[in-house]
């Protein structure tokens, strides 16, 4: 399982959010680029990146420090979300060195557009289920569907997504732990990889993660707990390795 740093980034500075607020954010830096390689140097494996502005305007608003990120560190795999709503945005993203794009608004509102893009550029598409309650909320966070997140997470099961990006939205930026249980469930019921987002405080529940990760759990984002210090990503990847290991030893063997 991956341990995955996010950065978010808003009006060019490196922020976080509680609970999706833009009026509620907590700067910890104006160098996105020296953030990344702040990141890169505790052994992280992947990041992730969120425009902030562009998940409101509906479009990339800090595109800019993406595409410096994505070339500063060419042979890391970067996954970007936020205003991600035309194959030229896509293109775009996929040209500058990205590995990842994420679709998260467009895929409640428009789910054969998924569909197209994961034909277009297979392997690189992930979706983003934000949920409130176990219903999908889209547009920053400032409207929730009456989408349940496993139904849509089963629509595109077969159209080639690469995994699903799972946030439960009252935890997120709360400092108040994971809810493995939903993402368990999102992941049986899903049948596709899982990343989990929102509320990953401490070790622990990178622990409880990775007893799971098993179950179709590819990896956690974690954001205001690695600024802030209750979190370590250099020993939160080796704990992820090391349970990696022992669930592989205890792994039925073959003949």
């Not at 425009?51 to 996954?79: C, H, M, S």
Request: glycine share 12%; proline share 3%; net charge negative.
């Amino acid at each position: 399982m991956l341990v995955i740093p996010a950065i978010d980034l808003k009006d060019g500075q490196c922020v976080r959010l509680k609970q999706g607020r833009m009026d509620d954010a907590t700067n910890y830096g104006d160098d996105p680029v020296a953030m990344a390689a702040r990141w890169v140097e505790t052994g992280a494996r992947r990041l992730h990146l969120v425009d902030l502005n562009g998940a409101f305007e509906g479009k990339p608003v800090n595109g800019q420090a993406v595409t410096d990120i994505a070339r500063a560190y060419p042979d890391l795999p970067i996954q970007i979300g936020g205003g991600i709503r035309s194959a030229e945005t896509i293109e775009h993203y996929l040209n500058a060195g990205v590995s990842y794009v994420i679709i998260g608004t467009k895929a409640v509102k428009e789910p054969a557009f998924v569909t197209e893009m994961c034909r277009l550029f297979e392997g690189h598409v992930i979706v983003g289920l934000d949920a409130r309650d176990g219903f999908v909320a889209t547009d920053g966070w400032a409207e929730v569907s009456t989408v349940k997140a496993t139904d849509l997470a089963k629509r595109f099961a077969d159209d080639g997504v690469s995994s699903i990006i799972y946030t439960d939205i009252a935890r997120d930026g709360m400092m108040q732990g994971v809810n493995i249980e939903a993402t368990v469930e999102l992941a049986r019921e899903g049948g596709l990889p899982v990343i989990a987002s929102g509320g990953v405080t401490n070790l622990e529940d990178i622990r409880g993660l990775a007893r799971v990760a098993d179950q179709g759990i590819l990896g956690a984002i974690t954001g205001r707990a690695i600024y802030e210090g209750s979190l370590d990503v250099t020993e939160a990847q080796r704990l992820c390795d090391e349970i990696a290991g022992e669930l592989d030893g205890n792994a039925p063997r073959e003949n």
